[in-house]
Every structure is written in C-alpha cells, then in structure tokens.
C-alpha cells in the first residue's frame, strides 16, 4: 500500500505562483507513474499533469507552459510547480501513484484558491 500526503495549498492572487508536493510512503519501491489531479466546487476531478518514473511529463491542455511536474524519487516526492495561476485554477488538487498497474488510495488533498 501506498499513503499520499500533498501540501504547499494556498491562496494567491492571479499570476502568482505555488508549489505542491506529494510525498509517498509505504510501498514506495514499485511506483511507476505518478499524477496530479484537480477538483474545482462542482465538477469532476480531472488530470493536470502525470510523471513517469523515466521523468517524462504530461500536461493537460489548460496548463501547458504554466505548471511544471517533476519528482524525487530519492525522496519519494512529486512535485508541481503552478505559474502565473489562473481563477480557474481554483480546486482541491490530489496526486495519486501507479503501483503494478493499480491506483494508489488519494491523499487529502490541498486547496488552491486562485483571486483574481
């Protein structure tokens, strides 16, 4: 089993930035890729951004050349880098790993609010 902790929520003003981290404990050894997802009030929670073990990122469309995903697996950590958020970047965001081919359980996630 693997446990998710995200942190690094918070509030800014449109155009600033934050840095989420996911750190993973457990079973860590066989983790494969790794993702961050989204929740905004009201809709469904969606994928932003995923990270092979080899480091190849993925973006969904909405936040190409503003976030960037990066890991440690020294330290069994995902990271995502937001620059110049958006309103609509606004969400609860949760990371969750590929372990074997199955999900991992989500973490609890973290608030990002976004004022424009």
């Known amino acids: 089993q693997v446990q998710l902790v995200e942190s690094g929520g918070g509030k800014v003003q449109a155009g600033g930035s934050l840095r989420l981290a996911c750190a993973a404990s457990g079973s860590t050894r066989n983790i494969d890729t790794m993702y961050w997802f989204r929740q905004a009030p009201g809709k469904q929670r969606e994928l932003v951004a995923s990270i092979t073990s080899g480091g190849a990122p993925y973006y969904v469309d909405s936040v190409k050349g503003r976030f960037a995903i990066s890991r440690d697996n020294t330290k069994n950590t995902v990271y995502l880098r937001m620059n110049s958020l958006k309103p609509e970047d606004t969400a609860v965001y949760y990371c969750?790993?590929?372990?074997?081919?199955?999900?991992?359980?989500w973490g609890q996630g973290t608030q990002v609010t976004v004022s424009s």
């Open positions: 969750r790993s590929l372990v074997r081919g199955a999900f991992s359980s």
